[in-house]
């Protein structure tokens, strides 16, 4: 099960961290990521991380500005946001994906959390 949180109401230029928290004891065993949809349109990959926390990959829109990070011991994977800008407003899912080769499709990710709600105002 997995568990988001940290969103919330932020001005353009701004940070937030998200935090999406796993249960269960096989954590490592997953790459993670984190995927955004915006009203009226699809799901949007954002960022993943692999199983060991060495690897990351990021959407070009993000790239510089997001980081995508991973503390097994708190079975916890975290999407710090900074300089943030309007278009990236938009609900943010938290993902686990058993392959190994990370991935930016949503399908091959099994496991979602509940969303958190970012809005980024101008």
């Known amino acids: 099960q997995l568990q988001a949180s940290g969103g919330g109401l932020v001005q353009a230029g701004g940070s937030l961290r998200l935090s999406c928290a796993a249960s269960?004891?096989?954590?490592?065993?997953?790459?993670m990521g984190w995927f955004r949809q915006a009203p009226g349109k699809g799901r949007e990959f954002v960022a993943a991380i692999s199983r060991s926390g060495l690897s990351t990959y990021y959407a070009d829109s993000v790239k510089g500005r997001f980081t995508i990070s991973r503390d097994s011991a708190k079975n916890t994977v975290y999407l710090q946001m900074n300089r943030l800008k309007p278009e990236d407003t938009a609900v943010y899912y938290c993902?686990?994906?058993?392959?190994?080769?990370?991935?930016?499709?949503?399908?091959?990710?099994?496991?979602w959390g509940q969303g958190t709600q970012v809005t980024v105002s101008s």
């Open positions: 269960g004891r096989t954590f490592s065993r997953y790459a």
């Open positions: 993902a686990a994906s058993e392959g190994v080769v990370l991935s930016i499709t949503p399908e091959d990710y099994g496991y």
